[in-house]
């Protein structure tokens, strides 16, 4: 007989060194976003958001749920979750390799009202993380076009300082 899965917050609460005591806090406050350590559970590798969301559009064309991308709204990073102690060697696009003695604002995978930290695909409780590999390849393959779209925006407003340059 095999032992189902945990929940995503069980799951989650196994990062802490007191799973139970994550658990009781979830239970009696689930809005509540706690700080979980990062290098037991999982790494992360921390993005600007706005290029996040092109890299999960190679990974998950259709936003099928995938493996776990926690949003911190203030920063505007996006984390995907990769399996711990695995080195993550690219800079493409900013990318940031985040293991032990980083931290990470969780909310409860239920809960998408926190205005600090929401997850963008949250866990399922089974362990699913991003792949290393195919995480780089869709950030390779994201970060230029995400760098066309922000040419493409800036051009007008390129123009027009050009324009008013030329004009004093």
Same mark, same amino acid.
């Given at each position: 007989?095999?032992?189902?899965?945990?929940?995503?917050?069980?799951?989650?609460?196994?990062?802490?060194?007191?799973?139970?005591?994550?658990?009781?806090?979830?239970e009696?406050?689930?809005?509540?976003?706690?700080?979980?350590?990062?290098?037991?559970?999982?790494d992360?590798?921390?993005?600007?958001?706005?290029?996040?969301?092109?890299? /999960?559009?190679?990974l998950?064309?259709?936003?099928?749920?995938?493996?776990?991308? /926690?949003?911190?709204?203030?920063?505007?990073? =996006?984390?995907?979750? $990769?399996?711990?102690?695995?080195?993550?060697?690219s800079?493409?696009?900013g990318?940031?390799?985040?293991?032990?003695?980083?931290?990470?604002?969780?909310?409860?995978?239920?809960?998408?009202?926190?205005?600090?930290?929401?997850?963008?695909?949250?866990?399922?409780?089974?362990?699913?993380?991003?792949?290393?590999?195919?995480?780089?390849?869709?950030?390779?393959? =994201?970060?230029?076009?995400?760098?066309?779209? $922000?040419? =493409?925006?800036?051009?007008?407003?390129?123009?027009?300082?050009?324009? /008013?340059?030329?004009?004093?």
């Amino acid at each position: 007989m095999t032992t189902p899965a945990p929940t995503p917050a069980a799951w989650l609460a196994q990062a802490a060194t007191d799973p139970q005591a994550v658990l009781q806090r979830r239970e009696s406050s689930p809005t509540q976003v706690v700080a979980l350590p990062a290098g037991t559970a999982w790494d992360l590798v921390a993005t600007r958001l706005d290029l996040a969301e092109r890299v /999960l559009d190679v990974l998950n064309p259709p936003r099928r749920p995938g493996a776990p991308v /926690l949003v911190d709204a203030c920063a505007q990073l =996006a984390y995907f979750l $990769i399996p711990p102690g695995r080195r993550w060697t690219s800079e493409i696009g900013g990318a940031r390799h985040l293991g032990p003695g980083n931290w990470l604002p969780v909310p409860h995978p239920d809960e998408q009202s926190s205005p600090y930290a929401r997850w963008l695909i949250p866990p399922d409780g089974t362990g699913t993380l991003h792949q290393i590999n195919r995480l780089r390849t869709a950030l390779a393959y =994201a970060f230029p076009l995400y760098v066309q779209e $922000i040419e =493409a925006e800036i051009a007008p407003t390129q123009r027009l300082i050009a324009a /008013l340059d030329s004009t004093w």
